[in-house]
C-alpha cells in the first residue's frame, strides 16, 4: 500500500474519530442540558410540594378552627335550648353509678391521715343525711282567705220585692256573706297651698305663713307624684314613657322632658344619702361584689354601647349599692372601689377583681355556685367527671344543710366546715389537678376543671369563718331588678343618667332588703331630707330603709 493510501486512511480514521468525539461531546451536552433541567423541575416540584404542604397545613389550621367553632356554637346551643326549654336549676344531681360519691383515693396523692379525715367527713354527712331525710309533702291549693287591714265596704242585697214592702216582711238575722276584692282606680288632683297673713295685735307684727318644703323648688311635683314615677320605674320597671300613657289614660298629660328634669333632681337629693350608705357598706368586714351590664346611648357612634353597674352588698345588714363609672368594667374600678377596704370580699372568676390579692388587709373569697356551673354545663361533654364533680360540691353544701338545720352560730359553723368540708375541699383540689392533664383544656370540662385549679384558695376560704357564705348568690339576686329593667327600658340616655339610674336602685334594693315599703320609704325621704341641708350634725343614715324600720318610723 503506498504512503500516499495510508495518510488517506489515517486522515479518514481521524475524522471518523472527530465526528465520534464530536457525537459524544454533543450527546453529553445534551446530557446535561437534560439534566439542568431536570434539576430546575426538581426544584420546581419541590416547591410545589412544599406550597402544598403549606397550603395543606393552613387548611388543617382552618379545619380546626372550625370544628373548635362548631363544637363551641353546639355547647352554647345546648346551653340556650336548656335555657329556654329545659330546667335552670343546678342543684346536685345524683351520679347513675353511686360509686362516683365516693373518692377515689388510689389516683390522688394523699397521706393516710388526709384519706383518714376524708373518709371520717364522708361518713358523718351520710349518716347525718340518713336521719334527717325530709318527706315531701305535696301541697293542695286552697283559696287565700282576703287581708284583714283592708278596709270592708258593705252591700247588702235583699230578696226580690222586699223593697218599698218592708212591713209585709220578716228579716232574719242569719244572712249569707261573700267578700270580693275591689281597686279603685288612681286619681289625680290638685293640692291648692293657701299661705295667709295676719298681724300681732300687741306688737303690730306682719306674718305670713311659712313656705312648707316642698322636694323639688319651684315645681308642680309633689311627694306622691316623684314616688310613684320613681317606684314605677325603678321597683315595678315601668319605662317613664309607659307611666305618662297610664297617666295620660286618667287624665294628666305631662312632658317626657319635664319627667326626665324631676329624675334627674330626685337621683340629686338622694345622693348624699347615697354616699352615705356607700361609706357604711365600705366600713363592714366582709361584702360581696358583682357586675351586671346595663345599655348606654353613645350619641357619638349612634348607637347603645354596653356599659357596666357595680354592686356591692353587705351581707350582715343585707344592705346594698350600685356603682357606675361611666360604664367601665375595668380593674381601675375595682382599685377606686376597694382601696380603702380592708376585710373580706368575695366575687365570682372575673379577673378584674384578681388585684385585691396584692392589698393589704383584704381577704379574697370565690364562689362555690360559679365552679358548680362550670360542671353543670359539662354535663353533655364528660357526664362521668361532671357528675362526680357535682356529687363533691354537694356534699360542701350538705355540710352549710346540717349548720342550718342545727341552727349552729358562727364559731360552731366554723368548727364544723374545718372538721368536715375543708378535708373534702382538699382531696377534691387534687381530683381535679390529677384530672386536667386527662382532658382538652378548651373543652367545657376543661374550663371547669380549670377554674376549680385558679380559684381553690379562695373557694376554700369560707371555711375561716362562720359568717362567710359558700356562694354569691344573695349579691346576685340583687342584680335582678336591674336585669328586669333593663329588658324594659332598654337603655339609658347618657352616663350621667345611668349614674343617676345607681344611686336611685342602690336605695330601692336597701328597702327590699330591710323589707319596707318603697313608697312609704320615698315619701318619708322626699318630706324629710331637706331637714338634713342645713343641720351637719344629722347623720343622714338616718335616712336610710334600715335605720327607719328599727326606729320604727315606717
Not at 288612681?186 to 322636694?215: C, L, Q, S
Not at 366600713?283 to 351586671?292: G, L, P
Not at 372538721?419 to 374550663?447: N, T
Not at 336602685?505 to 318603697?518: E, H, P, R, T
Request: hydrophobic letters at 35%; a negative charge; charged letters at 30%.
Amino acid at each position: 500500500m503506498s504512503e500516499q493510501t495510508q495518510e488517506q486512511e489515517l486522515i479518514a480514521r481521524l475524522l471518523l474519530d472527530r465526528d465520534d468525539e464530536y457525537r459524544r461531546a454533543n450527546m453529553a451536552e445534551q446530557q446535561v442540558a437534560e439534566l439542568s433541567d431536570m434539576s430546575v423541575l426538581r426544584q420546581k416540584l419541590e416547591q410545589q410540594i412544599a406550597d402544598q404542604d403549606k397550603e395543606l397545613s393552613k387548611k388543617k389550621q382552618t379545619v380546626e378552627k372550625l370544628e373548635n367553632k362548631v363544637s363551641e356554637l353546639e355547647q352554647k346551643l345546648r346551653y340556650l335550648e336548656r335555657k329556654v326549654w329545659g330546667s335552670m336549676s343546678e342543684k346536685r344531681r345524683l351520679p347513675e353509678d353511686p360509686s362516683q360519691l365516693q373518692l377515689d383515693f388510689g389516683k390522688l396523692e394523699m397521706s393516710e391521715d388526709e384519706q383518714e379525715l376524708v373518709k371520717e367527713a364522708l361518713d358523718e354527712i351520710k349518716d347525718y343525711k340518713k336521719v334527717h331525710v325530709k318527706e315531701h309533702v305535696k301541697k293542695v291549693p286552697v283559696r287565700q282567705k282576703l287581708p284583714e287591714y283592708l278596709p270592708r265596704i258593705e252591700e247588702h242585697i235583699y230578696p226580690e220585692g222586699y223593697k218599698g214592702y218592708e212591713d209585709e216582711w220578716i228579716l232574719f238575722e242569719d244572712t249569707e256573706t261573700s267578700e270580693h276584692l275591689e281597686l279603685k282606680p288612681a286619681e289625680f288632683y290638685v293640692r291648692v297651698t293657701v299661705r295667709h297673713k295676719g298681724m300681732r295685735k300687741e306688737t303690730k307684727e306682719i306674718i305670713t305663713a311659712p313656705v312648707p318644703n316642698e322636694p323639688l323648688a319651684k315645681s308642680y311635683a309633689s311627694t306622691s307624684l316623684l314616688t310613684d314615677l320613681m317606684v314605677g320605674k325603678y321597683v315595678d320597671h315601668l319605662p317613664f314613657h309607659r307611666q305618662i300613657l297610664i297617666y295620660k289614660r286618667i287624665g294628666v298629660t305631662l312632658p317626657a322632658s319635664t319627667i326626665e328634669l324631676w329624675f334627674h333632681s330626685v337621683a340629686d337629693l338622694m345622693r348624699p344619702t347615697y354616699y352615705r350608705l356607700k361609706e357604711l357598706i365600705l366600713s363592714k368586714d366582709y361584702i360581696q361584689s358583682d357586675e351586671t351590664t346595663i345599655p348606654i346611648v353613645d350619641n357619638e357612634k349612634q348607637k347603645t354601647v354596653k356599659g357596666y353597674l357595680w354592686l356591692v352588698k353587705d351581707i350582715g345588714s343585707n344592705q346594698v349599692f350600685f356603682h357606675y363609672n361611666e360604664g367601665s368594667r375595668g380593674q381601675k374600678v375595682v382599685i377606686q372601689l376597694f382601696k380603702d377596704y380592708k376585710g373580706a370580699i368575695q366575687t365570682d372568676g372575673y379577673t378584674g377583681y384578681s388585684i385585691l390579692e396584692k392589698f393589704d388587709g383584704i381577704t379574697t373569697l370565690n364562689c362555690w355556685c360559679h365552679a358548680r356551673r362550670y360542671y353543670d354545663r359539662a354535663l353533655n361533654n364528660d357526664k362521668a367527671r361532671a357528675e362526680y364533680a357535682l356529687a363533691q360540691i354537694g356534699l360542701l353544701y350538705d355540710v352549710e344543710h346540717m349548720a342550718d338545720d342545727q341552727n349552729m352560730d358562727d364559731e360552731q359553723r366554723r368548727q364544723l366546715r374545718v372538721r368536715l368540708a375543708y378535708p373534702l375541699i382538699r382531696a377534691f383540689e387534687k381530683w381535679c389537678v390529677a384530672e386536667y392533664p386527662k382532658v382538652l383544656p378548651k373543652s367545657p370540662i376543661g374550663k371547669a376543671l380549670a377554674y376549680t385549679i385558679t380559684y381553690t384558695d379562695g373557694l376554700a376560704r369560707y371555711v375561716l369563718d362562720g359568717k362567710y357564705r359558700m356562694d354569691t348568690n344573695l349579691i346576685e339576686n340583687s342584680v335582678r331588678p336591674v336585669a328586669v329593667g333593663r329588658r324594659n327600658y332598654l337603655f339609658c340616655g347618657n352616663h350621667e343618667a345611668a349614674e343617676d339610674a345607681a344611686v336611685i336602685y342602690s336605695l330601692m334594693g336597701c328597702c327590699k332588703a330591710a323589707d319596707v315599703d318603697f313608697k312609704a320609704w320615698m315619701n318619708y325621704f322626699l318630706n324629710n331630707v331637706h331637714e338634713y341641708d342645713a343641720d351637719y350634725k344629722k347623720d343622714l343614715a338616718e335616712l336610710l330603709p334600715l335605720s327607719l324600720k328599727k326606729n320604727q318610723i315606717i
